[in-house]
Structures are given as C-alpha cells and as structure tokens.
C-alpha cells in the first residue's frame, strides 16, 4: 500500500504482448452513441472485446501466454480449468500454436462450453465440481504429459495480453478521463490499470464488480486479499476470486472502485443490447451498470469502458427470466 | 419486361444521395466471421445497418428525401404513413434540416415505436387501424399543413438513399461475386440493384423474401405488380407490399430471388446474435437464412449481405416463443 515497488507487469510486458499476438487477435472496433451518451451522461468509448476471436478479451492473455513459451516448453502443450472464456481461449491459442491444451472442467459444466473447447481443439478432462477435485485433475494432467499450467488470470503474461485491450483502446480514442472495467480474477482490470497509468498520468481507473461478487473491492478498500464468499452473481465471468498479482496491481495504480447492483447489471445489458445493437455478456455490462447507478458523478467526462465479452446465454435472458419471476 | 428502359433511379441518383446524406448518417462497418463462414460455405461479408442512426438503413433514403426538397417544399414539413423504422428514420431527417415531421400511426401500434418518434421530434397523428383510414388521415395532414408526403419505398429519393448502403459496401470490400437483400417494399433492394449493376456488371443480384410474404417474389416471377396476401411472417419489416417503382427496378436487374420459411429466419437471426454479438430484427435475417437453406448453392462465393436493421422486440426474441411453445 505504501511503496511503489516493481509490478508484476509493466507497460513494456504489455507493449511486447501486443506484437506478439497481433497476428492471432481481432484489433476491435470502439463503438459510440449518440443516446447512450444521452442516457448515460458522459461521453462513453466502447472497446468492443464481444467482438474478440471467441467472443471474449481471454484470447489477448491466452495467446500472450502460450506464445511467450520457449518451444520447449510449448512441444508438451498447455492445461488449465476453466468452464468459462479462458478455456476456448486457451485452446484456440494451443491451436494456433500448434500444441495440445487440456482443459479440467466440472462434470456439470454446461454442455455448450465442452463444445466449444472440442471445437476449438481442446481436450476435455472432467472433474468432480469440487475446488480440491479440479486441482488435482490439473495437477495431475500436469504430471502425466509434461504440459504447463496457464492460470486464468494469476499470470504475468496472462495480465500482460489483457491490458492489450486498453492499449488499443488509447490508441483509438486519445485523452480519456477515465477507463473502466469489470473485476473477477482481476487480468483483465489490472492489465487495464498498468496500460492506462502508461498512457496518461491523469486519467482516473475505476474498477467495477457486483455488490454480490465483492471480494476484490474488500480487498482493495482494506489493503488485504480477502477471501471470496460465495458469489451470487448473474456475472458468471466475475464470480472468480481476486488473484494475488492483479491484487498488488490494482492495491497500487486504482483511483476508485465502484460496485453494483444485480438490477443495474441487468439494465444496463438490455440497454447495450437495445441501443447500440450489440450483444454483450452479463459481466460486461457491469462498467455500464456503474456508470448508470453513478447519476451526475462522471458527468461530461471521456470514459473508455471495456466490453469484456459477448457470450451471453440466448436462451435465457435475465430481463425475460425477471418478467416471468413478477 | 422485354426493353430496358430508363429505370426511375439510376446510379447518378444514388451517388448524388451519397453525398447529400453523408454529414447526417454512419458509414457503418462491414462485419466477417470465419465461424459463420465455415457455417455458411460462403465468404460473407455484412454491412451492419443495424448500426445505422436509428436502428436501421431507412435513415438513409428518409435523409435523401427531405434533404432533396427545396427550401420552400420542406417549410411546411414532411408526412408519412408508418409504425415502423421509417417513421423514426423521417422524424431525425425532419429533425436534422430543422423542419416538423407529421407521422400517422394506427392506433394499435406499439408504444415503443411512439415514444421513438417523439423522442426524435415527430408529431403522431393517430388513426383506425385500416388501410382507408390510414390514406384519410394522410390526406387530411397535408391538405392541413401543405406537408410533403414522403413515402416509405416507392419514392425516388427514397431508394436512391437506400442504395447508398450498398454503394459504400462496394467501396468497403472489392469484387463480390453477389449481393443480397430482403424486400419488403423494395425500397432497400431497388437501391441496392441499381448500385450493383453500376458498380460490377457480373455481381448477382438476389432479393430474399419470406415465403409466407412473397408477394414480391410473385411478382418479379410473373412479371406483373402482384397484390400482397395477407402475410404472416415474423419478419415485420417485410409485411408491406411490393412498391411500383421497386417492381420495375427489380423486374430489370434482379438476377435471382429466393424465398424463405420462417423457422429458417429465426434459425439465423439466432446465428448472426450467438457467433458475431450483433443485435438484428428478424427482417435482416432473411438474406442469412437464405444462405442458410441454400446448401451448396453459392459455395465458396463473396457475398455481400445487407443487415437492414436491429430494431428487435428484446423482451419477445422467437426462438425462446418457440421453445415456450414447444
């Protein structure tokens, strides 16, 4: 909290993350709104990483990692569990790389993440839905067949390929005030966070996570890692807990933290998705919610928010499930 | 049928539309997917529309249209008859040169498309839910104010806007093999044809239409303007009739037509929100579902497919109706 001691990634790692992934990545449009602005109040700048190969930010860290692997390393191929974005990302970037990836997965992992992994070339061990089961299936993958355990989020090159998102970002849009982004792990906000401080001193970083996933903004607020408890969030890509690399990050280039209300999240996905045409996933639309929830706080000012991801469940919207619960 | 006479609108008309319309609507992006591609054995490029000001192309020829009036025709303000895209398209165009706009609307229409006129400055004339009534009212607007009707389709200045869609298509990816578009009054797909023909003599130029609203296909099949049946598709957009001025475009350049089932449309629609995170209404589905029930038919071809708008009902969405009915 007091020191500015070296980060686990600087800017460099990040600048050096976007060559390296630049043949295998989306650059992603940033998109604005007239009414959205109006609606909202500030002068908001998407970066559209719904957009991105697999429809989430994932693949930025995801490449950065397996690419930033001597061959060596790599022949073996590469492991992690995951039910979520990380594990196609994972085995898009093994794909592309030419190496095997295995994925641990609960046995009660919705069948179309499993597709989606065996159609990207991912090889699928499950696991019994337990904490301890999932690391010892990882665990032991990782002694059977050699292949190096890319963490979802508590990873420096991890990190470093999300913040390429925000690189981007400032590239496209100069002279934010602001840039947000939602909190789960903690790669995506912290690669953000280390970007954003390189880009422009003054621009402000604001975190964003679910009243009902509040782990890291205990975290921050308290200056220790806090444990999660349980999270009862429809932001399944923020119910991870903060991991220890982006909490040192984030305890250290933060300005603010702002947490949400389960209805704002709702709104403000039905109002990305009704206004600017584009499908957005629960936890993507956590940034949107806070600025909703914020009144005239931000008002006026040039905020880049990160649309994490577009992998939202079609067949079961949260506004349509809350309209039948009434 | 047999000549090929001077055609209403021509490639001039479209590139003058271009240039007048510029500073008040978007170039919007051109959208490819390699998943949808390999799922449509096609190498398909999607001019987003539905990115468009107001949801959809109409802003175009809407902006074409009052922007083409002289100073002392737009005075008095422009009319329309709609409950639809074009209602909100002519109320920002009327907005934008700063002149009223008078829309007539059943008295059944939806509230949403209300408050979205009026929140774009359009003044809502109600009327009895019926064609007679709908032609009084419009009569009784302009002999009133001296309102110059501009009519959703089947008016000059009206598809050489929507013709600029395509126009820039063109510029945005070089040597398509075809082009493809729904027809609902034709107004978009007239535009479109005229464009193409001028833009690359061997561009196929195919109109998609529901089977259950195949009034225009009936026409441009028997050569002769065919009334409409009542229709009855999901596809809202495309309820309306096939205009003259459409039919005699599209009698000369069309160079294939192809007629859809809904359960197709709504099987698209679903493709293009779950894989590319884009928001389409059920009528911009149609040139999708018909790549989708073509089979082999267009294998390995550029097709450029115009994505009219995304104007959809988030809280009815047809696949879910389906499995609630099922």
Known sequence: MSGTGKLPVTFADIDA????????????????????????????????????????????????????????????GVATHSSGNHAAALSLAARNRGIPA??????NAPRIKMESVRRLGGTIRLCEPTMRARGAAVAELIAECGATLIHPYDNDEVIAGQG??????????????????PVGG????????????????KMRIVACEPVQADDAYRSWASGRLQPGSPPDTIADGLRTTLGERAFVILRE????????????????????WEVMKVVIE?????????????????RGQRVGVILSGGNADLD???????????
């Open 17 to 76: 993350a976007a060559r390296r992934i630049a043949p295998f990545i989306h650059r992603t449009p940033v998109f604005a709104s007239h009414r959205l602005n109006e609606i909202l109040g500030v002068d908001a700048y998407f970066k559209c990483e719904n957009f991105q190969r697999i429809g989430a930010f994932k693949a930025r860290g995801a490449h950065n990692a397996v690419f930033a692997l001597s061959p060596e390393q790599a022949a073996p």
């Open 102 to 107: 295995y994925i641990v997965m609960p046995s």
């Open 164 to 181: 390429t998102a925000a690189l981007e970002l400032f590239g496209q849009v100069p002279e934010l005030d602001m840039v947000m982004a």
């Open 186 to 201: 903690g790669g995506l906000m912290s690669g953000t966070a280390v970007a954003a401080r390189a880009a422009r001193r």
């Open 253 to 272: 280039l933060l300005d603010d933290f702002v947490t949400v209300r389960e209805a704002s999240i709702v709104a403000a996905m039905r109002l990305v």
């Open 282 to 298: 629960p936890s993507a639309a956590v940034p949107v919610a806070a600025l909703l929830e914020a009144g005239d706080r931000f």
């Open 316 to 326: 079961r919207l949260p506004w349509l499930a809350e309209s039948a619960r009434a």
